[in-house]
């Protein structure tokens, strides 16, 4: 049993989570998990710097413009790279992102945080494989990265190996317990096999810990909605210091990104 908080209920806070879960729930009952709806996907800490007015927004237009012409003035360097990547990303252009990390991993051989930003790219156009391949190799058996380790349990969940998704993300709880990342990936995994319950109680879990996000409220009321639960959403803990920039290995998944780029599994319906 999971406490919740006393903070005053927000009813128009509830109000969009209702309407987010009502619209996840329809577009996954209509077959959705064949187009892409990503919005709400992406890192809670992403190397690279898209540059919005609105967190988890595509960058704007003059903001995109900016990052090409300082990558197409170092093409391949570090920063640079990760920089427009992310925001190309952020924008929905993930085979453009995918090839400005190729370069840049060609370019700066054996750099972990580039690796994970190119593994992660891979998977966001559908090549799970190579992300798995690439990501594996960056993951150090003597340092294990848990933000590596959350985003290959991610990609394996969209492959249809839950089993081998969920002793992913168990070897990343060891290295960092509760973190909310990892548990909302391993709560969609349970939505995937349509585990309803122990998905509520993961993601429940997940938002009662700092640094929980919308995207993990969203998810929270689409698993809900899924079993025709009154979608009541418990309040984010209060927003503690971020910490350092993480690499971006660090994926966070919704569940219409997760059935968007499922290759086997089909979406969960209300039971």
């Given at each position: 049993?999971?406490?919740?908080?006393?903070?005053?209920?927000?009813?128009g806070?509830?109000?969009?989570?209702?309407?987010?879960?009502?619209?996840?729930?329809?577009?996954?009952?209509?077959?959705a998990c064949?187009?892409?709806?990503?919005s709400f996907?992406?890192?809670?800490?992403?190397?690279?710097q898209?540059?919005?007015?609105?967190?988890?927004a595509?960058p704007?237009?003059?903001a995109l413009?900016?990052?090409?012409?300082?990558?197409?003035?170092?093409?391949?360097?570090?920063?640079?790279s990760?920089?427009?990547?992310?925001?190309?990303r952020?924008?929905g252009?993930?085979?453009?992102?995918?090839?400005?990390?190729?370069?840049?991993s060609?370019q700066n051989?054996?750099?972990?945080?580039?690796?994970?930003?190119?593994?992660?790219?891979?998977?966001?156009i559908?090549?799970?494989?190579?992300?798995?391949?690439?990501?594996?190799?960056?993951?150090?058996?003597?340092?294990?990265?848990?933000?590596?380790l959350?985003?290959?349990?991610?990609?394996?969940?969209?492959?249809?190996?839950?089993?081998?998704?969920?002793?992913?993300?168990?070897?990343?709880?060891?290295?960092?317990?509760n973190?909310?990342?990892?548990?909302?990936n391993?709560?969609l995994?349970?939505?995937?096999?349509?585990?309803?319950?122990?998905?509520?109680?993961?993601?429940?879990l997940?938002?009662?810990?700092?640094?929980?996000?919308?995207?993990?409220?969203?998810?929270?009321?689409?698993v809900?909605?899924?079993q025709?639960?009154?979608i009541?959403v418990p309040a984010?803990?209060?927003a503690?210091?971020?910490?350092?920039?993480a690499?971006?290995?660090?994926?966070?998944f919704?569940?219409?990104?997760?059935?968007?780029?499922?290759r086997?599994?089909?979406?969960?319906?209300a039971?």
């Amino acid at each position: 049993m999971f406490s919740t908080s006393s903070r005053p209920h927000r009813p128009g806070r509830l109000a969009t989570a209702s309407r987010l879960a009502l619209g996840l729930a329809l577009g996954l009952a209509a077959g959705a998990c064949s187009s892409r709806l990503g919005s709400f996907t992406g890192s809670l800490r992403d190397s690279g710097q898209a540059t919005s007015p609105v967190p988890g927004a595509p960058p704007t237009l003059a903001a995109l413009a900016e990052l090409g012409r300082a990558y197409d003035a170092r093409p391949g360097e570090k920063r640079a790279s990760l920089d427009y990547a992310a925001a190309l990303r952020a924008n929905g252009q993930h085979a453009q992102a995918a090839a400005v990390l190729q370069r840049a991993s060609i370019q700066n051989v054996g750099d972990r945080e580039i690796a994970a930003a190119y593994g992660k790219s891979l998977a966001d156009i559908g090549r799970f494989d190579e992300a798995i391949t690439v990501l594996t190799q960056t993951n150090s058996e003597e340092r294990p990265d848990w933000r590596i380790l959350s985003t290959l349990g991610s990609i394996h969940d969209q492959t249809g190996d839950h089993a081998r998704a969920r002793e992913i993300y168990a070897k990343a709880l060891k290295i960092a317990p509760n973190e909310p990342t990892i548990l909302n990936n391993l709560g969609l995994s349970y939505i995937l096999s349509k585990e309803l319950p122990k998905a509520e109680e993961t993601l429940r879990l997940a938002m009662a810990q700092p640094g929980a996000d919308h995207r993990i409220e969203a998810n929270l009321a689409l698993v809900l909605s899924l079993q025709r639960k009154p979608i009541e959403v418990p309040a984010r803990p209060v927003a503690q210091p971020a910490p350092p920039p993480a690499t971006a290995g660090n994926t966070l998944f919704t569940g219409s990104s997760l059935f968007a780029r499922s290759r086997t599994a089909s979406p969960p319906k209300a039971q």
